[in-house]
């Protein structure tokens, strides 16, 4: 398809629960990004892969979070025993190309209660 | 570590009036790219600039970048209600692709 797909659009999560999104990139990109979206406006730079291969995890919190682009499966981010301060929306960009920008998701909100 | 800069954070301005964003960048990078964001919604991708002096147009946008002062404009020409959103630019801070660095967002609210 010629977008970006992320399940679920909401998800809702008691704390020390597990969560677990989920994001199809557009056919033919190979990068995948994950950023994290918090207080409305500031953008956090989570992981990226190229295919299956992780391609920067640099911006990872790995004690609780992990990342995985697997063939023929969508792409997923999981957040073991959530806390608070991960609500946030999690967008999703793919890019075929790095000169042709990146195509970003329509987000999943998380709230950790 | 890269810090980007937007001025202003908010804007509010007139239909039919002029202004610029501004985006800083504290390393070298040539790759810039700007994005619209309408509230709970995605980021639309606006402009991908390259190099040195690009220059884009759509509408009543346009994006320039100057590498060297490390600074990007996004100039609004006779802004209309429907510009009203807020607007990201992202740095990739090793020219390499493998991530964005983006500033914090200028929103702007163009009144009738």
Same mark, same amino acid.
Do not use: W
């Given at each position: 398809g010629e977008e970006v797909a992320q399940t679920p659009k909401h998800l809702v999560r008691g704390e020390g629960q597990k969560a677990k999104?989920?994001?199809?990139?557009?056919?033919?990109h190979s990068y995948v990004f994950w950023y994290q979206q918090v207080?409305? #406006? $500031?953008?956090? @730079?989570?992981?990226?892969?190229? #295919? $299956?291969?992780? @391609?920067d995890e640099t911006g990872?919190?790995?004690e609780r979070f992990s990342a995985k682009c697997l063939p023929n499966s969508p792409c997923s981010l999981e957040i073991q025993a959530t806390k608070l301060e991960d609500s946030a929306v999690y967008f999703?960009?793919?890019?075929?190309?790095?000169?042709?920008g990146y195509t970003f998701g329509s987000g999943t909100r998380l709230t950790v209660v | 570590e890269l810090k980007v800069e937007q001025n202003p954070l908010f804007l509010s301005?007139?239909?039919?009036?002029?202004y610029t964003i501004y985006c800083n960048y504290s390393t070298t990078s040539d790759r810039l790219y700007w994005y619209r964001q309408d509230p709970g919604k995605s980021l639309e991708s606006l402009f991908?600039?390259?190099?040195?002096?690009?220059?884009?147009?759509?509408?009543?946008?346009m994006a320039?970048?100057?590498?060297?002062?490390?600074?990007?404009?996004?100039?609004?020409?006779?802004?209309v209600h429907d510009l009203s959103a807020t607007y990201f630019c992202a740095v990739d801070p090793n020219n390499a692709g493998n991530m964005l660095t983006f500033g914090g967002g200028t929103r702007l609210m163009v009144k009738p």
């Open positions: 999104l989920y994001c199809a990139p557009i056919k033919g207080l409305k #406006n $500031e953008f956090k @730079f989570l992981i990226s892969f190229q #295919n $299956e291969n992780v @391609f990872m919190p790995k999703c960009a793919s890019s075929q190309s790095l000169v042709y | 301005m007139q239909e039919g009036k002029n991908v600039l390259l190099s040195n002096g690009a220059v884009k147009q759509e509408g009543r946008l320039s970048l100057d590498t060297k002062a490390r600074l990007s404009t996004l100039h609004i020409t006779a802004a």
